[in-house]
């Protein structure tokens, strides 16, 4: 037998349907996705030991301390600055009052204060700038202004007389 051709055939309405529930379906999707990360971008934690400063567009807004906090999700960022204490070792050659070379090692405890750590990012950005442009060269001139009035001798019997000076040198600048 021979089969005829079916006599409905569907309207436009009809044939739409199917696209129509895909978009939807795409577009609840998508929705999804942005209202998802809208309300995952809006909050960040703190580690104990740091400080967060809240930079809007790049640029350094306020600071908070550990914790869980909100922020304006795809306009704030967030940049740690570590307040523990850190140690800072430089491996220097000196030469001592009658131009003797000594090789030394000296190191430095320093911190950020937290009330001041948003100062320090907006001037040097970060700890490892701060170290390499400010504090790595004034403990490098300190030590060596200290160590060059020592004679080799007194260097070695007078340890501790150099270390407080090197302080003293360090505090000045």
Do not use: C
């Not at 809240?54 to 795809?74: I, M, N, S």
């Not at 390499?132 to 001139?141: N, V, Y």
Request: glycine share 4%.
């Amino acid at each position: 037998p021979l089969q005829s051709e079916p006599t409905h055939k569907p309207d436009w309405k009809e044939s739409m349907i199917k696209p129509r529930v895909i978009a939807y379906l795409v577009g609840g999707a998508v929705l999804s996705v942005v209202v998802t990360s809208l309300i995952l971008g809006s909050f960040y934690t703190v580690e104990e030991g740091h400080v967060a400063v809240v930079k809007r567009f790049g640029e350094a807004q306020y600071q908070e301390g550990p914790g869980l906090h909100f922020k304006a999700p795809f306009v704030d960022t967030i940049e740690e600055i570590e307040v523990r204490t850190r140690k800072n070792t430089e491996k220097l050659s000196a030469a001592t009052d009658e131009q003797m070379p000594v090789s030394i090692v000296v190191s430095v405890n320093w911190t950020v204060a937290k009330v001041s750590a948003i100062d320090l990012f907006k001037e040097y950005g970060s700890l490892e700038q701060f170290e390499s442009r400010i504090l790595d060269p004034r403990l490098k001139s300190a030590t060596k202004a200290a160590i060059s009035k020592y004679t080799a001798e007194n260097l070695i019997r007078n340890r501790n007389l150099a270390v407080t000076e090197i302080i003293e040198n360090l505090s000045k600048q």
